[in-house]
Structure formats: C-alpha cells, structure tokens
C-alpha cells in the first residue's frame, strides 16, 4: 500500500470517528443525564439537580435529587420546547428497577402548560448499567424530571 493510500486510510478512520462522537451526546450528573442521539452543543445545555423535597409537590414520591433541564438559546433565552430529540434517564438502583417492574415506579416531570406533574411513558434500556439498567424516556419539555414511585 502507497504512503498515499495509508495516510488517506488514516484520516477516513480519524474522520469516521470525530463524525461519530459529534452524532450523539450524552450529559450526565451523577446517576443521571440526558442522551441526544444527534448532538448539540455543550455550551446551550444546563442540567443542575433539586433536592426532591424542593421540587414542589408531586403524586409520587422521589427516589433521588430531581434533574432540572434547560437548554440556552445563543440570545440567552430559555428554551422549553425540545426541537431535538432529548432523552432524560437514571441508572437504576435494585429497589428502584424492582418498583418498576411492579409497575409502582417510572419518570415523571412537572409539565409547564399547568404545572402539574405527570408521568413521562418510561422504557427500560437493557445492556446499560447491569444489573438494574437504565430508564429512560423522551423529553418532550425541557423541565424537572425525577424517578418517582405511587405515594
């Protein structure tokens, strides 16, 4: 093989992988964190946690500090319509994936048309922190999401 033909080699393999690591971004805050399948900027994202006990009232109780999501327009403005595609997860812990299996456990976030909180239609994302996995379910605010079980 030619010089050439290495050093083409080379650069299609480090391009394929820069491609691949701007495709998708993962933010994570301890045990929690959003997955944006097509990428986004750091610099507009800010996740930051709630203790539970100040989240405001919910028909569940919190398992853990609630995540707080909000993504920054270039103006500075907040944004609380997604217009990507924007995961909000938490590693289970074993109590946690047992309650959901009962089906007394999912994510919930407080809903800013009437601020009410609801439950956010939750999978589990099996091969993703074993034993317990991860639950995950689609944004469709930007808001605070908690893991929550029936009071």
Not at 71 to 78: E, L, Y
Request: with cysteine; proline share 5%.
């Amino acid at each position: 093989m030619s010089t050439k033909m290495r050093l083409f080699s080379v650069i299609s393999i480090l391009l394929a992988l820069a491609v691949a690591y701007i495709t998708s971004t993962n933010y994570e805050i301890g045990r929690q964190g959003i997955y944006i399948p097509n990428g986004f900027d750091p610099n507009y994202v800010k996740l930051t946690t709630v203790n539970a006990g100040n989240a405001g009232y919910a028909p569940v109780k919190f398992s853990r500090s609630v995540l707080r999501l909000h993504f920054i327009s270039s103006s500075g403005n907040t944004i609380n319509t997604p217009y990507i595609m924007t995961y909000v997860y938490f590693t289970l812990k074993p109590w946690e994936r047992k309650e959901y299996d009962k089906g007394t456990a999912g994510i919930y976030y407080l809903d800013l048309t009437d601020n009410n909180w609801k439950q956010c239609p939750s999978v589990i994302i099996t091969g993703k922190n074993l034993p317990n996995g991860r639950i995950a379910c689609l944004a469709t605010q930007y808001t605070l999401f908690g893991v929550g079980y029936n009071r």
